[in-house]
């Protein structure tokens, strides 16, 4: 969800796989690959968890110090990248800030983020930070929470960008402790996905 760090190797694939100008095959015909591809994709639906327990407070869960540990995986499961992240939440009425520090044991990312995130008057939240493009967005299922936002990230050391969605999932497992699991799109497919266990300190 919240601390996403950017995978250098997830970005070389997509620029590989997508954005390659050797590749001999016209775009129209990925069209039918892309289309079976999206349809096969990872599809969590939020009301199956609206009776599970314990309920899942963002704005609670995040009010303070919160560590986490966390692997980016590639499309075929390698994993790319190792990281560890100390999270300072402050909650002042609907609006809560969350300051990540990210530390990798393996692969590389952004040393800091600050989200900005507000619970809105029906209950669910927007949020910002300074790499995320347009405005995020997250709904409250119970025992779950789905953060959704689009990331420009760059590709490799060429200094252009290539925009990808964010789709995030975290569920409870008890007061303390969160798991969370975050899949990176472009055209609907997962090029990578994240797993991250967050804990209270």
């Known amino acids: 969800m919240i601390l996403l760090p950017v995978c250098r190797a997830f970005l070389f694939h997509i620029r590989d796989v997508l954005l390659s100008r050797r590749s001999a095959l016209p775009v129209i015909s990925l069209l039918p690959v892309l289309v079976i591809s999206g349809c096969g994709s990872t599809s969590i639906k939020g009301p199956d968890y609206l009776t599970q327990t314990p309920a899942l407070d963002i704005g609670e869960f995040f009010d303070g110090s919160v560590k986490a540990w966390g692997i980016v995986q ?3 499961g390698k994993v790319v990248q ?3 992240a100390t999270i300072e939440g402050t ?3 609907d609006t809560l800030v969350l300051d990540e520090t990210f530390e990798y044991g393996f692969g590389e990312g952004p040393a800091t983020r600050v989200w900005e995130l507000n619970r809105l008057s029906n209950g669910q939240w927007s949020g910002s930070a300074n790499d995320v493009f347009s405005e995020a967005s997250g709904a409250e299922y119970g ?3 789905n953060w959704r936002y689009q990331m420009d990230l760059p590709r490799g050391d ?3 960008t290539v925009r990808v969605w964010f789709d995030d999932w975290i569920w409870a497992m008890d007061e303390d402790t969160v798991v969370n699991r975050s899949y990176i799109k472009k055209f609907g497919i997962t090029f990578a996905e994240v797993t991250l266990f967050m ?3």
């Open 199 to 201: 804990r209270k300190q």
């Open 74 to 76: 590639n499309r075929k």
């Open 91 to 93: 909650r002042t009425g």
């Open 143 to 145: 025992n779950a929470f």
């Open 82 to 84: 190792r990281f560890t």
């Open 158 to 160: 060429s200094g252009r």
